[in-house]
């Protein structure tokens, strides 16, 4: 299934949250390309600021809507320290700790494909699918594309995310002393290149994980030259 996660800022409406996670975009899109393909979309906060006539409006492109509030929430006390970096960096770090919960409890175990709200895809959702059958990577150490099929790797993630939370300058400085090597994971693994010192960002804690292999990350050069799509 496809994922896509949203949250909604205070004193936003329907017009200015849209402009940001364009999704009546991506469900015209979908109706156009006929797309069966299940897609969730998860909100983590302020789901009820929008409009009962928006929220219809997704629900009638096919999307399933899932308000995820109160999980967040919840969730969320484990990592009050990554609050300091503002909400966008907050629900970024949250938002596998929330997907990993979400699966458990509703018995999902399929192919997860996550996908940032403001993504353009020109490939219908089924030709991404069957593209990235069973692969689980983080698309060149990006998560505005990211393929679950090992099910280990929101494990591991959320592991390192509490670690980090509890004592954010020492994680990080350890982190950046493991750093050497980096340009050869940047290819060879699809690490990308964390450039802060400190984590801000959960592409930073991802880009680290992926380097020192403390999460899955299957590698390009067993699969880059099997897809038939290209991504970017």
């Not at 949250?94 to 699966?103: G, K, P, Q, T």
């Not at 594309?145 to 390192?160: F, M, P, R």
């Not at 954010?168 to 980096?182: L, P, T």
């Not at 802060?196 to 880059?224: E, G």
């Amino acid at each position: 299934m496809f994922v896509i996660f949203a949250w909604v800022p205070q004193r936003a409406n329907d017009e200015l949250f849209d402009a940001w996670v364009p999704l009546q975009f991506i469900g015209k899109q979908l109706a156009a390309a006929n797309s069966k393909e299940p897609f969730t979309i998860i909100f983590l906060d302020g789901y009820r600021r929008l409009s009962n006539d928006y929220t219809a409006r997704l629900k009638q492109f096919g999307f399933n809507i899932i308000d995820f509030s109160a999980g967040a929430k919840q969730l969320g006390e484990k990592i009050q320290n990554l609050k300091e970096y503002g909400q966008y960096a907050y629900f970024c770090f949250l938002r596998w700790v929330a997907l990993n919960h979400y699966l458990k409890v509703e018995k999902i175990r399929e192919q997860v494909i996550h996908l940032d709200g403001d993504v353009v895809f020109n490939a219908t959702p089924t030709e991404i699918r069957e593209d990235l059958r069973g692969l689980t990577f983080v698309l060149q150490g990006c998560p505005a594309l990211v393929s679950i099929t090992n099910y280990d790797w929101l494990d591991y993630y959320e592991h390192e995310l509490i670690k980090l939370s509890r004592n954010i300058e020492g994680y990080s400085s350890k982190a950046w002393s493991e750093r050497d090597g980096w340009e050869k994971s940047y290819r060879d693994k699809w690490a990308g290149s964390w450039q802060r010192k400190t984590f801000s960002h959960d592409q930073d804690l991802l880009s680290y994980l992926i380097h020192s292999n403390k999460i899955v990350q299957d590698r390009p050069a067993q699969f880059v030259t099997q897809l038939k799509l290209y991504y970017a």
